[in-house]
């Protein structure tokens, strides 16, 4: 399975922009990269997918590297709410995506 | 709507005793089932995954099974727990109608195991 790596925390300042990269070098044609976020005692929630183009949702926006060996998950404005770890996953079409691991992530800490 | 239940939300048990968590989807088909565990601070490590019914797929070896008895219904379980199994149980499911490849997960709430 493709590979993410990920920093592993990040610190933003409230009402900023955030941007959390993600490298995935190893990544094949059919992999969709796909972000979760994960708020504290909860499970994660998804956030946005994207395969090649950027994608933007009420979320968050999906930045993808023309070659798509990284992307990068941008936060709007930052509010104290969107304190979590992020995750960057690789979804492969060839296995139908059942296979899916999580990494690390990243701890995003929001300062008032 | 589509939702998905597990239960308990917490659960305490001594070393050497049995487990059975418990989790269903409602309003889907043939989904596409999972099983994670998060060790405190950690991860998440794949268990399990299931793509019908009877089929369980395993990626950690370990003293954990898996078992979907229905369409809707993902069940792990233990004989005998080891304190390294405490962790955070998360249930998770995709719909089956669609190429999972490009179908957000959809996470239950999770279990809050402590092994003791």
């Known amino acids: 399975d493709a590979k993410t790596t990920q920093p592993n925390s990040m610190e933003s300042n409230e009402e900023e922009p955030v941007h959390l990269p993600c490298n995935h070098s190893?990544?094949?044609?059919?992999?969709?990269i796909h972000w979760y976020r994960q708020l504290p005692s909860q499970g994660p929630e998804y956030v946005i997918h994207?395969?090649?183009s950027n994608v933007n949702n009420r979320m968050a926006s999906l930045a993808i590297a023309e070659d798509r060996k990284s992307s990068t998950l941008i936060l709007h404005r930052a509010t104290l709410r969107d304190a979590a770890v992020y995750y960057c996953i690789l979804r492969d079409v060839g296995t139908g995506g059942f296979k899916t691991i999580f990494g690390a992530g990243t701890r995003l800490f929001v300062k008032a | 709507s589509q939702t998905i239940h597990q239960w308990p939300a917490t659960l305490v048990q001594p070393v050497g005793s049995p487990l059975s968590l418990e989790c269903t989807v409602e309003?889907?088909?043939?989904?596409?089932l999972y099983w994670y565990r998060q060790a405190a601070g950690r991860g998440l490590q794949l268990l399990f995954y299931s793509v019908g019914i009877g089929q369980i797929s395993s990626e950690v070896p370990q003293n954990l099974s898996a078992s979907r008895p229905q369409d809707r219904q993902f069940i792990l379980s233990s004989k005998k727990l080891l304190l390294s199994d405490s962790g955070f149980y998360l249930c998770a499911w995709i719909p089956g109608d669609r190429p999972s490849y490009n179908s957000p997960l959809h996470f239950g709430n999770g279990t809050r195991l402590t092994v003791t």
């Open positions: 190893t990544i094949s044609g059919t992999d969709y």
């Open positions: 309003g889907t088909s043939n989904p596409n």
């Open positions: 994207g395969l090649t």
